[in-house]
């Protein structure tokens, strides 16, 4: 499974979202539409920490890095390369 | 001398009318142009009919006109009443419907919300929008919706509406156990009793720049607001959506040299372990208030190593009662230690104890915390049962008849005097600051036609204080999805449970009830 499937999994499942994880897609304005708020970014956060095997910055708890699915799964993708 | 909350302002604005007085992003408004502004709403609302002892309803975010509408509304003599737009609009209906209010005080982001609102409610005949009129979609008939338009030449002087101390100023609505939520009605003398010890203990001045962190509807917003306007001080409304992020919020603090930071200490417990907090952090703040539930000892000793300089405070109290007592933190709690205490009352409220079997308890011994004095509410919102129910005629008094508020949390006095918070008498809960009755959440998953029995357990969590987690037995297909889309249309996302477990029955006590106690030691050893 993709990083991106694997976020898309985790957070329809554990977070607010109350609709098929398939219509939680890429781009969907995660941090405008609270699906996640201040507990759901430290539930990300030890998920993708756990998951595969990287460390996420404090410094990179910013909006940028987690208002779409997109945002975060290039955040991971770019710490899983290197 | 103000004993009512808009005198503040209104003193502030004569003596400082050029200092800033709060501060939403890159807007401001000086205390002369929020005391202009407010003025002008307060005089509005009296020509659409508002009077003394009625509600205004405030549905807005955290924003200026949020702050201009609340000094709006108790200007006009009315007690105001936030209502959170995040909370599904059935909830705010029967807040709408409950307390009888006649006027709302929105914006047009959130038209199609109050829309909605006007249609399920009787009451509600105005919408006050501080907006240029636009193209908004047709609303309900019997609603007539007021722009800047009709704001822009009223008068700007103060109303002279005889507001007096014992008058309502707001009413809080929180958590009921049955299902509704319960208005907590407060007046003016009230706020005014925690908002001047708090300006005396903490030697809060025109200097300082203070935070508000929490939403308008919750009781932690009086302090900031209150005692800036007391000092002609500047408030700093903390944008919602950087709360998420413990590294901005961190920013937030030093970008504004925010000097009194007061808040729920989860967002603190996030500062310290994702805010890069250090010795140099934050050099302005001078001052650290946190309420609303217990703050793990862990945390709360990091954060003290690593930010040293302010003053540290736990202030407690349920709404129903301000912050009725504090405790100042003066140095780094061992780790070791339990939770630090609640302290001891604050300037004119008296607390004592009440054991089991209804005396006095002793230092030491445990009982329920009973609060009396000019802090206590004035009883709930159209609903005498249960305010006799906690509102009590003091047990130890003789001659004067004098009002206690049962608090329902079990104390113990310290060596030292201080209060030792220990639990609660009943369901109640608290996550993330926000009190729940875990009741409430029940009485809402019972009314999916599937479900045939539920039981909602709150599992101890070191950041959140607990998480909700419910278990069900349903008759036919449901899936989870199902479940927290329908509690979405009931109750405010904070009350919405995390995870939702199907099991074939729900274990029993032997008594007959669901036993809660399995199910919890089922949560645990399942994490």
Known sequence: MSIQDQLRGFIASELSWDRPASELTDDYPLLEKEVVDSLGIFKIISFIESEFDVEVEDEELIPDNFESLAAITKLVGGKVQV | ?527
């Open chain 2, 1 to 527: 001398m103000s004993f009512v909350l808009h005198k503040l302002l209104e003193d502030s604005a004569a003596t400082s009318s050029d200092r800033v007085a709060v501060v939403d992003g890159d807007r401001s408004l000086t205390y002369r142009q929020l005391n202009e502004q407010a003025n002008r709403l307060a005089h509005l609302l009296i020509e659409l009919g508002v009077e003394r002892g009625d509600r205004v309803g405030l549905f807005l975010e955290k924003s200026l006109e949020a702050v201009v509408a609340l000094y709006g509304a108790l200007k006009a003599g009315a007690a105001y009443v936030s209502i959170d737009v995040h909370a599904p609009v059935s909830r705010a209906s029967y807040i709408v419907a409950n307390c009888g209010i006649g006027v709302v005080i929105s914006s047009s982001a959130l038209a199609d919300t109050w829309k909605e609102l006007a249609e399920g409610t009787e009451t509600l005949r105005h919408v006050v929008v501080q907006e240029e009129a636009d193209k908004l979609h047709p609303a309900p008939e019997r609603l007539a919706i007021h722009f800047a338009d009709e704001l822009k030449d009223r008068s700007t002087l103060d109303p002279q509406v005889g507001v007096i101390e014992l008058d309502l100023a707001y009413i809080i609505y929180t958590s009921g156990s049955t299902g509704a939520p319960k208005g907590v009605k407060l007046t003016h003398l009230n706020a005014l009793t925690f908002v001047n010890w708090g300006v005396e203990e903490f030697a809060v001045a025109a200097a300082d720049r203070l935070s508000s962190h929490a939403p308008f509807h919750f009781d932690l917003s009086i302090f900031d607001l209150y005692a800036a306007a007391k000092v002609g001080a500047t408030v700093y409304l903390v944008p919602p959506k950087i709360s998420i992020f413990p590294i901005q919020v961190v920013r937030f603090i030093e970008e504004h040299e925010i000097t009194v930071w007061y808040s729920v200490p989860s967002i603190l417990s996030m500062m310290v372990q994702r805010g890069k907090l250090s010795s140099a952090s934050a050099p302005s703040l001078r001052v650290l208030l946190f309420a609303g539930e217990v703050f793990p000892t862990k945390y709360l000793r990091r954060l003290m190593e690593l930010v040293p300089h302010p003053v540290y405070a736990n202030l407690y109290g349920p709404t129903e009662t301000n912050v009725c007592t504090f405790y100042r933190v003066s140095e780094p709690p061992p780790l070791e230690a339990g939770a630090i205490p609640i302290g001891k009352a604050i300037a004119n409220v008296d607390t004592f104890v009440v054991t089991e079997s209804g005396d006095r308890a002793s230092p030491g011994e445990i009982g329920e915390l009973f609060v009396r004095g000019s802090s206590v509410m004035r009883g709930y919102w159209g609903d005498p049962e249960r305010t006799a129910a906690r509102l009590i005629p003091d047990p130890f008094a003789s001659e004067v008849v004098d009002p206690v508020y049962r608090t329902g949390d079990l104390v113990r006095e310290d060596a030292n005097g201080d209060y030792l918070f220990l639990g609660r008498r009943d369901n109640q809960i608290k996550s993330r600051g926000y009190r729940i009755e875990l009741g409430e959440i029940e009485t809402a998953i019972y009314q999916h036609p599937e479900v045939a029995e539920c039981a909602v357990v709150a599992v101890p969590d070191d950041l959140v204080t607990n998480r909700l987690v419910a278990y069900l037995a349903v008759r036919g297909t449901v899936t989870d999805k199902d479940l927290v889309r329908f509690c979405k249309e009931l109750i405010p996302p904070y009350m919405v449970p995390e995870a939702f477990h199907l099991l074939e029955g729900l274990p029993k006590t032997s008594t007959g009830k669901i036993d809660r106690q399995s199910l919890l030691a089922r949560e645990k050893e399942g994490s």
